[in-house]
């Protein structure tokens, strides 16, 4: 049986840039098909997704994660080629060892070890496995979820294994996200001659005031486990390219993250109120990623903080911070999520590493929680 260490080798030699999967879920599903897993495809679009099961009963404990990475920016930056991993004093070097071929290693082998030490343990294991998590994340596992509700095939418990540790491995569990709600306000002006104001109407100095209180609001003010949604604008744009023309429109590329203390619609509602409030003339289109959720302690957080407590002797802290995950898609079934990884210093940066120690420490500790749940 491979180690942990190896097999995360062998997936960072699959360069699966998303949404390729390059041959990465092959893989897996070879080396868990000998622990008496079936596999389903279910591919929509250009993106591969895998559906590995053991057992019909319940409860149904579920890993999920992806295969998909994003790309390696300039190759010529990296200390050794992203696509070949390499070991350098202790410490594996490859895009993807970290987010998250590191975890689906150490998960995958230490199922395989569970398997073999407790083949008659309850319930079900399965793997949620998607190669469309970096990239639009439309049909990816929110469709493979679509599949399994429509069927009834209902997760109990799930882990994924997106790098939610900070300073040392276990020392942060993602218990829940805020919710993501992302908009394209375009501000409709006149154009016109620098020179003659008087003729035209500058979108960006009707947009100034409005985009300053918006900046200022307080939406919420969080609570014991979410911090307080926030706002920011990430792009503004406008312009011909010529310095003497004033602009027709302006368009405002914003984001929320907000908490469990507002809805989407709350948001939105704001928002055109105070566009209204400024008598703006505008456009705007909404995009929600996701909502906010939340896993509070039961028996996967129970589990998942004694067997990181019994492996590394630390205490984790349960936080909601960070960006979203998939784990958005599968929590409104009713399943309890929790994200539990690598540390994430070097993610998407150039010289993606994870520590070899804590690959084989992450596989104890995903061992463990099953161990717990299904015995």
Not at 72 to 90: L, N, V
Not at 134 to 161: F, H, M, S, Y
Not at 271 to 283: A, E, F, P, R, T
Not at 290 to 301: D, H, K, N, Q
């Amino acid at each position: 049986m491979l180690t942990t260490l190896e097999l995360t080798q062998q997936l960072i030699a699959h360069d699966s840039v998303t949404p390729d999967d390059k041959g990465c879920q092959t893989l897996l599903s070879h080396y868990l098909q000998a622990a008496s897993f079936r596999a389903e495809q279910l591919n929509f679009e250009d993106v591969q997704n895998i559906w590995l099961r053991r057992g019909k009963q319940s409860p149904l404990f579920c890993f999920a994660g992806h295969t998909d990475v994003v790309p390696s920016g300039p190759i010529e930056q990296w200390t050794s080629d992203p696509f070949k991993p390499e070991i350098r004093d202790g410490v594996l070097y490859g895009r993807g060892t970290a987010d998250m071929k590191g975890s689906i290693a150490a998960m995958a082998v230490a199922v395989r070890r569970f398997v073999t030490d407790y083949p008659n343990h309850k319930g079900s294991i399965a793997f949620l496995i998607t190669s469309d998590e970096e990239g639009p994340a439309q049909n990816g596992t929110v469709r493979v979820i679509e599949t399994l509700e429509q069927r009834q095939e209902k997760i109990d418990w799930c882990l994924v294994g997106e790098p939610s540790s900070s300073e040392q491995l276990g020392d942060i569990i993602k218990n829940g996200r805020r919710g993501s709600l992302g908009g394209v306000l375009t501000i409709l002006g006149k154009q016109g001659h620098v020179a003659y104001p008087h003729l035209a109407s500058n979108p960006i100095h009707l947009a100034t005031p409005m985009l300053a209180e918006l900046t200022q609001m307080q939406w919420d003010e969080g609570n014991a486990f979410f911090p307080p949604t926030t706002f920011q604008i990430s792009n503004i744009n406008a312009g011909t390219g010529a310095t003497n023309v004033i602009p027709g429109s302006a368009e405002v590329v914003f984001n929320f993250r907000f908490s469990t203390e507002v809805t989407a619609d709350e948001l939105k509602r704001q928002v055109v109120s105070l566009l209204k409030k400024h008598h703006l003339n505008y456009q705007l289109q909404w995009h929600l990623s996701g909502e906010p959720f939340l896993t509070p302690e039961g028996e996967l957080v129970a589990a998942a903080v004694d067997a990181i407590k019994k492996v590394t002797g630390r205490s984790p802290e349960l936080s909601t911070s960070g960006g979203t995950s998939d784990g958005r898609f599968i929590a409104p079934t009713g399943a309890q999520v929790l994200e539990l990884g690598p540390i994430n210093a070097t993610i998407h940066q150039v010289n993606e590493c994870v520590n070899v120690r804590d690959l084989n420490t992450l596989e104890q500790i995903y061992y463990e929680i099953v161990r717990q749940l299904l015995t």
